[in-house]
């Protein structure tokens, strides 16, 4: 048998394998060179549209689960993609930050990701085109909405192209066993959603607030007596004992990640629309804009308000709704509320996320 022959059954099937991966990168950068509109939550929401098609009830039921063919399919995706589009996106890191597990799960393991230091660093990577796109936290189930991001957003440098819902689980890391920790480090929304834990477990040791989880599983590492909350990841990069696990107080706890970039992404069928707005600080007027969204059958999933910088009584106010900006009920009511509204602007419309576990 030559060397290039295959020893056997499988040898021949990961030929094939190998040979379709290069078929494909070779499509992928057909249309990339072809400036073809197909942007990654296009490919995203193609990969899920196709193992829901392939696993119909009448399909045969042997071989990988439709969760395994779909992170198999995201991953082969992702490395093409990189392949063949050279391109970074930032995230706040360092890594094995619950942003960097964010980042993963949308842009997939093969991503060339870029930590940076700060929310605020995220949009301007994106902003001057340093990365093609980026991923900061929006809002929290357990702490609520996050201040730096809104800031940002208002400013209109970006749009939101996507959304990851990822499922914090809060892991007690350290060197040493539970009885002999003295100090717990972690960034405070990790210690504020843990306090009911630490206190009927950890009542005397005390909580130090730090910049990120991952820094401080990466003091955790070099000090016995001090203990980290973070993520599993984290634990593993850093070689420390998970001595209490999953103890965030809310079983339920979802941090939102919005995904930043500059493309539009096309209609999924599936999609939410971000808006930014500002109302004339008198009285009715913050009513008269919700009655536009009830004019056009828009069901409101999240509204929220933040004060205008350098002003006083001065608030933007974001709200969500299923539907996407080329619908024709969306492209109404926002023609609407640009002439109710000092301004309005679309934050994105883009596929509505399903949750993702850390």
Known sequence: MSPSEPR??????????????RA????MAQNASAQNNSDWASTLAGIDDLVDQFNQPQASSEGLGRETQRDILRHVASACWRATRPGTHAFLGPPDSYSHLAALAYFGEA?????????????????RGDCAGGIVPIENSTDGRVVDTFG????????????VQLAIH???????????????HSKPQAISQCRDWLATHL????????SSTAAAAKLASTQPGIAAIASEAAGRRHGLRVVGANIEDNRDNVTRFAVLGHDQPAPTGTDKTTLLFQVAHQPGALADVMGIFKQHKLNLTWIESFPQPGTQNEYFFVVEFPGHCQDVAV??????????????DVLGSYRRAARAES
């Open 8 to 21: 056997d059954p499988i040898d021949s099937i990961d030929t094939q394998i190998l040979e379709l991966l």
């Open 24 to 27: 494909r990168c070779r499509a």
């Open 111 to 127: 991503a060339n990701l870029l930590p940076v230091q700060s929310i605020g660093a995220v949009f301007d990577a994106v902003a």
């Open 152 to 163: 940002r957003l208002s400013k209109g440098e970006v749009s939101i192209t996507g959304e």
């Open 170 to 184: 809060h892991q007690l890391l350290a060197m040493s066993d539970l009885q002999s920790i003295t100090e717990v």
């Open 203 to 210: 009542p005397k040791a005390k909580l130090t607030e730090c």
């Open 331 to 344: 492209a109404n009511a926002i023609e609407d509320l640009k002439t109710a509204t000092h301004h309005t």
